[in-house]
């Protein structure tokens, strides 16, 4: 294959994933982004396969089948509330590809035109450094966020005296050992550089808490594309550059969107130590003083929805955990049935995933056009009657807009507390994953409906039909 050909054809991936990112901006054509996706892989695949420097598939045909079965058995078996634990598992594997390809150019340098053994061009040492620092970090943080997802680790942040310092001095002895790797082609700076940025990743993620993880998982993805696009550079592949540079930056500009969505910086998320899982049987207001709550089943909660004229749904992680999209699908079919206009808010940190809580609903088959963001329909609950929200906390927390000491403090909320009524499905009065009491729970418009998110749905549901 010609020069000029490749060219080409790097050119028409490059393209689609950038019409594919383009069609993943909306629910209703992220169908024709994600086949798009697909094309580009392909064609970028098969015009590095068939490039003339390739002298023996084997290993080639054995990763292709080894990765495509592994793959294939993952897409098949995995859950829908499994997906950010996924995405994470998935950028710690691009992170450690970007680490070999590095460690096998610079064991290697002749493969790869940048110069022999020993004697290696400056700027492919400074591309592959950051290449492998960058995937090292996005390697070990991902392993990190995988399990605090999964709740291996639980959610608390794991904070320490001295760790700021600790991660500076880090920081400038991996600066100064790129330097050194630089100007000697020494072995033992590049092995330096892989130790160090492993460990960066560890100490960046550990103590970030279990309410930021939508923003880690967003970051790492920006992480991750930066590796590849540095590997790109080490390897002269245009496509690897392209679409390391377009995951890069829309991760980087997701992660943004996200934080924004938290009012909180991204050096807040990465420094803070904000977030983490706190369990128990009750929950106290303000001031440490107890505080009645409302309680009521899902008789009672569908005698009330079904006299509304106007519901808006807020789901949340809960609803993922219990799997409650379908039930809650049909308890929604069933109320537009009887007349009550149905809506969904969703709001941008919503589960632990970008996008978690639209996945979710897509899977069930809810309609596009009922789903809103929150710019969208905040202004929306004053007019309702019954506000609806299935395992969502920390993003309907009152004293996000109330109280200057809590730690959520000015993350935009849905003002859930404006409807008529609020129906508040969680297992019990437990603090969210931020570990802040959510005083909406003891407002006299709310009623609590202590159960499994999808065993209440479904119990609702009975009580409609």
Request: charge should be negative.
């Amino acid at each position: 294959m010609s020069e000029t050909v490749t060219g080409f054809a790097y050119l028409a991936a490059a393209i689609c994933f950038i019409m594919a990112l383009r069609g993943l901006s909306s629910p209703d054509s992220a169908r024709t982004g994600i086949v798009l996706g697909v094309l580009g892989m392909v064609i970028a695949i098969l015009t590095t396969v068939f490039e003339p420097t390739i002298v023996s598939f084997d290993l080639i045909v054995i990763g292709v089948i080894v990765g495509g079965a592994i793959g294939t058995i993952v897409a098949l078996k995995i859950k829908m509330t499994a997906l950010p634990e996924l995405v994470a598992a998935f950028h710690s594997l691009v992170g450690l590809a970007a680490v070999f390809v590095a460690i096998a150019a610079f064991f290697f340098p002749e493969a790869y035109g940048i110069g022999v053994l020993g004697n290696i061009e400056g700027a492919s040492l400074i591309e592959m450094s950051l290449g492998a620092a960058i995937g090292a970090i996005t390697f070990s943080g991902s392993l990190i966020a995988f399990g605090k997802l999964q709740g291996t680790l639980g959610g608390s942040p794991l904070v320490f005296s001295g760790q700021h310092a600790l991660n500076a001095v880090l920081s400038i002895i991996l600066v100064a050992s790129i330097i050194w790797l630089v100007q000697t082609n020494y072995e033992l700076a590049f092995w330096i550089i892989i130790g160090i940025s492993i460990v960066l990743g560890f100490l960046i993620i550990l103590p970030i808490g279990g309410a930021d993880m939508p923003v880690v998982v967003s970051m790492l993805n920006s992480y991750s594309g930066w590796a590849a696009c540095g590997i790109g550079f080490t390897l002269s592949n245009t496509a690897l550059i392209v679409t390391g540079a377009l995951v890069g930056s829309s991760g980087a500009i997701l992660s943004y969107i996200m934080c924004k969505g938290m009012n909180r910086s991204i050096f807040n998320v990465l420094l803070g130590g904000f977030g983490g899982e706190v369990d128990g049987p009750t929950a106290v207001a303000g001031g440490g003083i107890d505080k009645a709550i409302k309680s009521g089943s899902g008789e009672d909660a569908a005698f009330i929805m079904k006299n509304a004229s106007k519901v808006i749904i807020v789901p949340g992680y809960g609803m993922a955990v219990a799997q409650a999209q379908h039930a809650l699908r049909e308890m929604c079919d069933l109320l537009k049935g009887a007349g009550v206009e149905v809506a969904y808010a969703i709001h941008p940190v919503a589960g632990r995933m970008p996008g978690h809580m639209n996945v979710l609903l897509a899977e069930a088959n809810v309609p596009y056009e009922e789903v809103f963001e929150l710019e969208e329909i905040n202004t929306e609950f004053s007019t309702a009657d019954v506000a609806f929200v299935i395992g969502a906390n920390d993003v309907t927390n009152p004293a996000a807009k109330t109280d200057p000491s809590s730690a959520i403090y000015g993350m935009p909320i849905l003002e859930v507390e404006n409807a008529g009524t609020v129906l508040f499905i969680k297992r019990s009065m437990a603090s969210g994953y931020a570990g802040v009491d959510n005083k909406l729970f003891f407002r006299d418009n709310t009623m609590m409906l202590f159960a499994d998110a999808k065993a209440m749905t479904e119990s609702i549901v009975q009580a409609l039909d």
